[in-house]
């Protein structure tokens, strides 16, 4: 009632996506940068979680890492971002008559992005994968270093919340 009503498709746009890649699939945060009936081009980054994949394979994780492999949302991809991740460059044009494309409002785009381009899945995966002492003392106070170095405050605010519930934060 008191809001601007649902978001429109139009340059500008921040949008999630999907590709498949091989058996699980990678997604797509970026922006419209032109349309062309049902065809839009794209600007932003595609990102293949790999961490995820790989402990998906050695058997550490469960179901629910399955179904954000083979089913990527913009609610439960942050579950991938805690573990290594490779990203490039996405600039290609979508169709909407065969590919995935979710309007995401702007703060979710620049928290998604944010993630991945400050490094912060392999400063919170080198915190995980190491054993207790002083190695791993120094790689949570790099983490506690980046994330008061952060200026954009939604990221800031998840980033505490995903470190809290790992319990990586003392």
């Known amino acids: 009632m008191f809001g601007k009503g649902p978001k429109?498709?139009?340059?500008?746009?921040?949008?999630f996506s999907v590709r498949q890649n091989g058996e699980f699939k990678d997604f797509v945060v970026g922006t419209v940068t032109g349309m062309d009936g049902r065809r839009i081009g794209i600007n932003g980054i595609i990102v293949n979680p790999v961490g995820l994949k790989n402990k998906?394979?050695?058997?550490?994780?469960?179901?629910r890492s399955r179904e954000i492999l083979t089913n990527p949302t913009p609610d439960n991809i942050v579950l991938a971002l805690i573990y290594r991740v490779e990203y490039e460059t996405f600039n290609e044009i979508l169709n909407l008559d065969e590919d995935k494309c979710d309007i995401i409002p702007p703060r979710i785009?620049?928290?998604l992005d944010g993630w991945v381009r400050e490094f912060l899945p392999e400063l919170?995966?080198?915190v995980l994968s190491l054993p207790p002492g002083p190695e791993?003392?120094?790689a949570k106070r790099v983490l506690k270093h980046r994330m008061d170095t952060l200026t954009d405050k939604h990221l800031k605010?998840?980033?505490y919340s995903v470190c809290r519930s790992l319990k990586i934060l003392n």
């Open 109 to 111: 785009y620049l928290m």
């Open 56 to 63: 998906l394979a050695q058997g550490k994780t469960g179901e």
């Open 124 to 126: 919170i995966n080198k």
């Open 8 to 15: 429109k498709l139009e340059e500008g746009t921040n949008i």
């Open 136 to 138: 791993r003392d120094e």
């Open 157 to 159: 605010r998840t980033l």
